[in-house]
């Protein structure tokens, strides 16, 4: 653990990303590319607009022009064009990504994947899946469903998982089945050099050389461009129930969350939803649930091991002072559940109209966890911005939201400020800037402090190696 340094400032109050000089698509790119692939090369402002946002709240930064590629070869013709002539290349998947990672802050043209959205090949023997990059994770789902198989990484958003990988993402099951690290076997990847190489294998394990695969995933664009994806395959569980418990406190239920892992209870989903959020959420999805912090959790498994968790659940829930233990066991009752978890977001923009959201996730040490959200709540109430708090608490991350008015500077810099607090605290309980998230362009700085001079030297060194003219998402995560 590194003490924090000066390095960890908060960024603007206006949200504005870094300015540096655009590098321009010069004519003989833009015609190379127009010439390939015709209408899918746009230079139409809405088309870049749309690419050069995500879900940040950073206002657009739009690419130069945007090319919609439908294989790796097509992806290689881009990234070839671009280091020939140095031109910046920004991967997007479906634009969910919530650091700025999608901002076209140096120019450039955006390599949109959503049309390789190709199932290439299930192995469902071996529990494995091979897909282009623009497959969505719902999608991937819907197709092997029939194969009585799933994959269970859910991040909320209907994200591709291309992007998923980029991102190092997880979500609600993380707890049981890990993250995109875990559950990421192999990828095909565009070099910055526009070559296409292959790491990992459909092998369980291998002690074969530098593990190129872990790399790439969370390398956030800035190493490659990824163009396939093989994933681990999980059998559908014979039994699924969910269940809701309502808490006194957030510190009741987050104690009630470390003794259900502490005891090794198997829980597929342990989700934690503050009083502000359930009151988004019965606004936005028609629920009546009771407006005080809850527990929303899942168990998976054989009938009779799917009863024995929940028991046992709610009798460590019952010993915290958890109240309304209720189940859900229909597909139907869990859908309407979950749904309005993942649409929390927003629900949550609408108790505050005109307002933007500034989601800033951290992840500690599950028995650091309760210490962590009670801090962070307690300095944003003393700061009177309106907030609200989720998170995947079964593994030590949670989010949360802060709802300001733009236009106020005052409000602006006092989320900021408030931001960096929870991230400092974050890193002084031994935990991390970012559990899913990601760095992108907010939390650059942050970085500095987590790894310390030496290891962010090495993430220097290897950029500077794979991508020497700096053109793989330029101006994230390293400040390069």
């Not at 991040?155 to 980029?166: H, Q, R, V």
Request: one cysteine or more; glycine letters at 8%; charged letters at 20%.
């Amino acid at each position: 653990m590194h003490a924090p340094t000066s390095a960890m400032t908060a960024a603007p109050s206006d949200h504005a990303p870094p300015r540096v000089e655009p590098r321009a698509v010069p004519a003989a790119m833009a015609q190379a590319l127009r010439q390939r692939f015709g209408e899918r090369f746009s230079t139409a402002a809405a088309v870049r607009e749309q690419h050069g946002r995500g879900e940040s709240v950073y206002d657009a930064a739009p690419p130069e022009a945007v090319v919609f590629c439908e294989s790796t070869d097509e992806v290689t013709f881009v990234v070839r064009q671009a280091a020939l002539h140095a031109v910046p290349v920004i991967p997007f998947g479906v634009g969910s990504s919530l650091e700025g990672h999608l901002l076209a802050v140096q120019g450039g043209v955006s390599i949109d994947v959503s049309r390789m959205n190709r199932i290439v090949a299930v192995n469902a023997e071996d529990l494995t899946v091979t897909v282009q990059a623009g497959v969505t994770r719902e999608q991937l789902n819907a197709e092997v469903r029939d194969s009585g198989l799933f994959f269970p990484i859910d991040p909320g958003a209907n994200a591709s998982l291309g992007g998923m990988a980029a991102t190092r993402a997880s979500g609600t099951n993380a707890v049981r089945y890990g993250t995109m690290r875990e559950n990421v076997l192999a990828l095909t990847v565009v070099s910055a050099e526009g070559e296409v190489m292959h790491t990992g294998t459909r092998a369980k394990k291998s002690a074969a050389g530098y593990d190129l695969t872990r790399l790439y995933v969370g390398s956030e664009g800035t190493l490659g461009v990824i163009t396939e994806v093989t994933l681990r395959l999980y059998p559908l569980p014979e039994a699924v129930s969910a269940a809701i418990c309502t808490f006194p406190s957030i510190d009741a239920a987050v104690r009630t969350t470390i003794q259900i892992i502490q005891m090794g209870v198997p829980i597929a989903r342990c989700e934690l939803l503050d009083t502000n959020a359930i009151r988004g959420v019965n606004k936005h999805n028609k629920l009546d649930l009771p407006e005080a912090p809850l527990l929303l959790m899942e168990f998976h498994g054989s009938e009779a091991g799917v009863k024995e968790q929940a028991e046992t659940v709610q009798d460590i829930a019952t010993e915290h002072g958890g109240t309304a233990f209720r189940f859900a066991t229909t597909p139907e009752e869990r859908t309407r559940l979950w749904t309005a978890r993942h649409r929390a977001y927003f629900a949550a923009l609408q108790l505050r109209p005109g307002c933007r959201c500034q989601s800033t996730d951290t992840c500690v040490p599950i028995s650091r966890l309760a210490e962590s959200i009670n801090e962070s709540i307690a300095e944003a109430e003393a700061a009177g911005i309106p907030y609200w708090t989720v998170g995947h608490v079964g593994d030590g991350n949670f989010h949360l939201s802060y709802l300001f008015y733009p236009d106020d500077p005052r409000e602006a810099a006092e989320v900021e400020r408030l931001s960096v607090q929870m991230v400092r605290r974050a890193l002084r309980l031994e935990g991390t800037c970012t559990g899913e998230h990601g760095i992108g362009l907010h939390k650059m700085a942050y970085l500095v402090d987590e790894a310390g001079p030496a290891a962010l030297a090495t993430m220097k060194a290897i950029k500077r190696a794979l991508d020497p003219k700096n053109i793989m998402n330029p101006g994230k995560v390293l400040a390069l």
